[in-house]
């Protein structure tokens, strides 16, 4: 059986306290979206099994599996967007939780405009046409149409944000993208992003697609300035 297409404007929120959860609902339905709940985290993962999201709102601090540990699950059969809540902004547990796939995250308490505008940008990102057919970046052939990039004949697993972030990069080869230019371009951020989010998904990228990520020659960094992928 194939699975169900996706939602337009879908949200799960996986969120243990029943009043945040009721506020958060309620302040996403009322900007048009399409919202579905979770007290725990292993009531998500049922969720996520039997329907798509466009989005996936997580909080760390959940009873029995934590967020971080959800988080690592879906990421093992789903690339869905996942944006984290944290009841501290600490670059700890940011980092941790972007290490461990998400995409993003808020911080508690959350202002229900920022995060709707946050939802909206990534939902919308995941479904923008890609101009390019194929590129070629070392041993690596890129199909942004496809959502695909392939070594030597085998898939390199990438989540949806990994992706979007190497075709960026892999559009203009030898040009240097700053922190801000990619926030823009692949989570859709003109003025609220975090450029933790840029570094830490570029370590992630490079885990799966440098043969020596300590010493990356697809995504190299050019210090004060950004990334690029050499021409």
């Known amino acids: 059986m194939g699975r169900l297409p996706v939602v337009p404007r879908s949200v799960l929120i996986i969120e243990d306290d029943p009043r945040i959860r009721r506020i958060l609902q309620m302040t996403l ?3 048009g979206l399409d919202v579905a709940e979770a007290g725990t985290g292993e ?4 969720q996520l ?15 029995g599996k ?3 540990e959800i988080c690592r699950e879906i990421r093992r059969t789903s690339n869905v967007p996942i944006i984290m809540v944290t009841a501290r902004s600490d670059s700890h547990d940011v980092v941790a939780g972007l290490e461990a796939g998400a995409d993003d995250y808020v911080s508690k308490p959350v202002v229900a ?4 505008a946050r939802i909206r940008a990534l939902a ?7 101009p390019r057919v194929r590129i070629s970046v070392g041993d ?3 199909a942004p149409r496809e959502g695909t990039v392939m070594r030597n004949g ?5 989540t949806r944000t990994e992706f979007r972030l190497l075709c960026e990069l892999a559009e203009e080869p030898g040009r240097v993208l700053s922190r801000e230019e990619l926030l823009e371009r692949v989570w859709g951020y003109d003025y609220f992003g975090d450029s933790r989010l840029v570094d830490v998904h570029v370590r992630r990228l490079r885990k799966k697609v440098e043969h020596d990520p300590g010493q990356p020659t697809v995504v190299t960094t050019v210090r004060g300035m950004g990334y690029r992928i050499p021409a």
């Open 113 to 116: 405009k920022e995060l709707s």
């Open 66 to 68: 934590d967020g971080f």
């Open 140 to 142: 690596l052939e890129i």
């Open 43 to 46: 009531a998500g993962l049922e």
């Open 154 to 158: 085998e898939a390199v697993s990438l």
């Open 124 to 130: 919308r990102r995941t479904r923008a046409p890609e």
């Open 49 to 63: 099994g039997e329907r798509e999201f466009d989005v996936v709102l997580l909080d760390l601090m959940l009873p």
């Open 29 to 31: 339905q009322r900007e």
